[in-house]
């Protein structure tokens, strides 16, 4: 796919070509995350129907999902009514999209008044993510413990027209 398609020309890109992207989960309606693409990215996104995001700090294209294995399939494409925002509407592989192992890159919420307020985290770390997995050092040190999940098991049911012998 050329990224000088038709269709890209009606984004309304930045100053250094690029646009911003809201990914949000297909059903839920969850907002998962923010990023950025630029035209190749967003050209390649139409292309394979996975997320493609452009990294600002690493300089280069990132095929989100590509070291963490937690991809972005995507469903619908949106441009907002300015035309200089794209919704990507996704299904989240694994239910992880951010890089601290959670649901949602938006998982900490204000809570409190302008002078006392301050930010709560709300959703568990659903899964921890090892350096280069797309967790880093950093994310995980600072990640609080995740909820323990037991499980229960259940007995087996007895057959009650055979008696043991």
């Known amino acids: 796919m050329s990224i000088s398609a038709k269709w890209l020309n009606k984004v309304k890109w930045d100053e250094v070509g690029l646009v911003p992207v809201i990914a949000q989960e297909v059903g839920s309606n969850d907002v998962l995350m923010f990023a950025w693409m630029n035209r190749e990215a967003l050209a390649r996104t139409v292309e394979i129907g996975q997320a493609v995001y452009w990294s600002r700090s690493r300089k280069?294209?990132?095929h989100k999902g590509e070291e963490s294995g937690h991809f972005q399939k995507v469903h619908e494409i949106?441009?907002?009514?300015d035309e200089d925002v794209v919704l990507l509407k996704v299904e989240q592989v694994a239910g992880i999209a951010c890089h601290t192992g959670r649901h949602s890159c938006f998982f900490q919420k204000f809570e409190g008044s302008a002078d006392s307020g301050e930010w709560l985290t709300v959703e568990p770390v659903l899964k921890d993510?090892?350096?280069g997995a797309g967790g880093g050092p950093a994310a995980i040190a600072a990640a609080p413990a995740k909820p323990k999940r037991v499980r229960k098991s259940i007995p087996k049911p007895v057959d009650s027209d055979k008696t043991p012998s």
Do not use: H, I, N
């Open 129 to 131: 993510l090892a350096p």
């Open 78 to 81: 949106r441009l907002d009514c």
């Open 60 to 62: 280069k294209l990132w």
